[in-house]
């Protein structure tokens, strides 16, 4: 599958990390994704309804985003990547990176990023 739906430096404001002061203070938080998915039927609908709704999506990443307080930033992206899936269900994989910007000193930010199929997420009981 070659179409691709992305979101861009979505930026949020949330807890993750291990530091206490990672604990007490929302720090921000930026993702990108990326969802494979068939976009030919709403090429030629012309109907949102047919197509993956980035909005819905990017709601539902922020809420998790503001109210989880993962530790690792492993755990927040695979939680979002689950999330993207949940969310609808023609999505067939998902990129997504998660970026702690100033996390590190001297560097601009810090991240991960993973690459998840629907199959494998059901393979694994994700």
């Known amino acids: 599958m070659s179409d691709k739906i992305f979101i861009k430096d979505l930026l949020a404001r949330g807890i993750v990390g291990i530091n206490p002061e990672e604990r007490m203070n929302r720090q921000d938080i930026v993702v990108s994704a990326t969802f494979w998915f068939d976009t030919r039927v709403p090429s030629r609908s012309?109907?949102?309804e047919d197509t993956v709704n980035y909005r819905t999506i990017a709601k539902a990443l922020l809420a998790h985003m503001e109210s989880g307080k993962p530790l690792l930033v492993e755990r927040l992206t695979a939680e979002l990547v689950q999330i993207c899936f949940?969310?609808?269900?023609?999505i067939e994989a998902v990129e997504l990176s998660v970026e702690k910007p100033g996390a590190l000193r001297f560097a601009q930010s810090v991240g991960l990023s993973i690459y998840r199929t629907r199959d494998e997420m059901l393979e694994n009981g994700s």
């Open 86 to 90: 949940d969310t609808d269900s023609r």
């Open 46 to 48: 012309d109907n949102v």
